[in-house]
């Protein structure tokens, strides 16, 4: 069995691809129902709170997968200046 650790979610991975793995074999049975998901989104928090009390976490982040590459339109970089604090 996979464990996330170190920055590396091969659990949280091996999860969403059972789940989507199930919802496709459903789909083959049914195709007006369980139509497979093209992404997923995910919140996931972590980290300490930004200040005493605080719900927001600094780590917090929401990863996106795309299961079917032939949804995205287009995709942009953010400049390196806008990611420094």
Same mark, same amino acid.
């Given at each position: 069995? %996979?464990?996330?650790?170190?920055?590396?979610?091969? +659990?949280?991975?091996?999860? &969403?691809?059972?789940?989507?793995?199930? =919802? #496709?074999?459903?789909?083959?049975?049914?195709?007006?129902?369980?139509? %497979?998901?093209?992404?997923?989104?995910?919140?996931? +928090?972590?980290?300490?709170? &930004?200040?005493?009390?605080?719900?927001? =976490? #600094?780590?917090?982040?929401?990863?996106?997968?795309?299961?079917?590459?032939?949804?995205?339109?287009?995709?942009?970089?953010?400049?390196?200046?806008?990611?420094?604090?």
């Amino acid at each position: 069995m %996979p464990v996330n650790q170190n920055g590396n979610n091969a +659990l949280d991975c091996m999860v &969403i691809n059972a789940l989507h793995g199930y =919802r #496709d074999r459903l789909y083959q049975r049914d195709k007006e129902h369980n139509r %497979p998901f093209d992404t997923v989104r995910g919140l996931y +928090l972590e980290g300490s709170g &930004i200040f005493p009390g605080s719900m927001l =976490r #600094d780590k917090t982040h929401i990863q996106i997968c795309v299961r079917n590459t032939r949804v995205i339109k287009g995709y942009f970089r953010v400049p390196e200046e806008h990611l420094r604090y």
